[in-house]
């Protein structure tokens, strides 16, 4: 299951854009990046996106 759900984590905090979006800003990005994949308690930042 923790498998899954990092790999949907990680496929849906990508660089590609998404139907809808105009742009992925990079800083941004590495902000969701770090504060969703970067271990301990996910529930909170997996919420926010």
Not at 24 to 30: D, F
């Amino acid at each position: 299951m923790a498998d899954t759900v990092e790999t949907f984590l990680v496929e849906r905090l990508g660089p590609e854009v998404g139907p809808g979006e105009i742009a992925r800003p990079p800083r941004l990005m590495e902000a969701m990046r770090h504060a969703v994949l970067g271990g301990g308690k996910r529930l909170r930042p997996f919420l926010a996106v």
